[in-house]
Nanobody, 123 residues
Framework: QVHLVESGGGLVQPGGSLRLSCAAS????????IGWFRQAPGKEREGVAC????????QYAEVVKGRFSISRDNANGTVYLLMNNLKPADPAVYYC????????????????WGQGTQVTVSS
């Protein structure tokens, strides 16, 4: 069974950048779908980026397209979310998830989740 741990969150000014990491242990992520989601207080969890590791295909939510980028390092079993030009609407707890049959923004489909990492955008 895979275990996911997110890191890299923090406080950043508007327009700044952060790179989140999703480290996997117990099993490789190769061949699996990896999704990045976020949840702000009082809001539903929303998907922002997804990768099908078998072919490297990626998908992005419209609200982050052109600003966020999902990538992977097969050597160390880590998936990254690079977030550029962060906006006041981006603060949330960010989660990585896996074990979904395909990329989807429907969170309940993903079986395995990390504990999340907090992203705060403030001047």
């Amino acid at each position: 069974q895979v275990h996911l741990v997110e890191s890299g969150g923090g406080l950043v000014q508007p327009g700044g950048s952060l790179r989140l990491s999703c480290a996997a242990s117990g099993r490789s992520l190769n061949g699996y779908v990896i999704g990045w989601f976020r949840q702000a207080p009082g809001k539903e969890r929303e998907g922002v980026a997804c990768m099908t590791t078998s072919d490297g295909m990626t998908q992005y939510a419209e609200v982050v397209k052109g600003r966020f980028s999902i990538s992977r390092d097969n050597a160390n079993g880590t998936v990254y979310l690079l977030m550029n030009n962060l906006k006041p609407a981006d603060p949330a707890v960010y989660y990585c998830a896996t074990d979904a049959p395909q990329c989807t923004w429907y969170a309940p489909v993903y079986i395995t989740w990390g504990q999340g990492t907090q992203v705060t955008v403030s001047s």
